[in-house]
T-cell receptor
C-alpha cells in the first residue's frame, strides 16, 4: 500500500523565519505535486515536480524532489502571515494519473 | 467564472436520504474525480472517470455511486446517507492530453455535507 507521509502535520512559526516541510512516500514515482488550501477553501496547485532533482520556486516557497530518497521538500523562506494555510503533497502513482495525498501540514505564521 | 463548479456548496440532510452532488467543468478536461476530505485525513479518492464511458472505484467507494453524464459533468450520489459521510467533498479534473506524464488536478470549490 502506498503511503505518503508529511511532517510536521502542524507548524507554528514566526514571521521572518525559515522552515521546511517534508513529504516522504513509499513507492517509486517521479511526479509529485504540492497544493495549498486556505481555511474553508479549495486546493490550489503550487508546484509540479516531474523528475529527480526538480526544483521549483515561487516567491518565498521552494519545492524540490529527490526520487531516489522518495522525498520532496517545501522550503519556506522568511515566512509572512499570508503563507498561513494547509499544504498538501500528492504523489502520482502511475500512468493512470491517480494522486495519493498526504494528510497535509497546517502552517500558522505568527507576527 | 470558475472553471470547476460544484453544487450545492452546502447541504444538510438526514440519515437515510438520497443526495446528489454535482460537478461541472469548462476546462475541457477528460478526467474527473471525486474526493472527500475529513479533518486530519487529507483527501481520499471516492471515484474517478477518464471519459464518459469509463468509471472506476477509488479508495473509499462504498456507500457512493457516480454518473458521468457528459465530458463536462460528473455527479456523486449517496444512496442512503449516514452520519459518517459528513465531510467536505471535492470534485477535480485533469487533462490526459497535457504534457506526457503530467497529471496535475484542478479542484472545485467543494461541497460541505452534513448528515444528521
Amino acid at each position: 500500500e502506498l503511503k505518503v507521509e508529511q511532517n510536521p502535520l502542524f507548524l507554528s512559526m514566526q514571521e521572518g523565519k525559515n522552515y521546511t516541510i517534508y513529504c516522504n512516500y513509499s513507492t517509486t514515482s517521479d511526479r509529485l505535486y504540492w497544493y495549498r488550501q486556505d481555511p474553508g477553501k479549495s486546493l490550489e496547485s503550487l508546484f509540479v515536480l516531474l523528475s529527480n532533482g526538480a526544483v521549483k520556486q515561487e516567491g518565498r516557497l521552494m519545492a524540490s524532489l529527490d526520487t531516489k530518497a522518495r522525498l520532496s521538500t517545501l522550503h519556506i523562506t522568511a515566512a509572512v502571515h499570508d503563507l498561513s494555510a494547509t499544504y498538501f503533497c500528492a504523489v502520482d502513482v502511475g500512468s493512470q494519473g491517480n494522486l495519493i495525498f498526504g494528510k497535509g501540514t497546517k502552517l500558522s505564521v505568527k507576527p | 467564472d470558475a472553471d470547476v463548479t460544484q453544487t450545492p456548496r452546502n447541504r444538510i440532510t438526514k440519515t437515510g436520504k438520497r443526495i446528489m452532488l454535482e460537478c461541472s467543468q469548462t476546462k475541457g478536461h477528460d478526467r474527473m474525480y471525486w474526493y472527500r476530505q475529513d479533518p486530519g485525513l487529507g483527501l481520499r479518492l471516492i471515484y474517478y472517470s477518464f471519459d464518459v464511458k469509463d468509471i472506476n472505484k477509488g479508495e473509499i467507494s462504498d456507500g457512493y455511486s457516480v454518473s458521468r453524464q457528459a465530458q463536462a459533468k460528473f455527479s456523486l450520489s449517496l444512496e442512503s446517507a449516514i452520519p459518517n459521510q459528513t465531510a467536505l467533498y471535492f470534485c477535480a479534473t485533469s487533462d490526459s492530453a497535457r504534457l506526457a506524464g503530467v497529471h496535475e488536478q484542478f479542484f472545485g470549490p467543494g461541497t460541505r455535507l452534513t448528515v444528521l
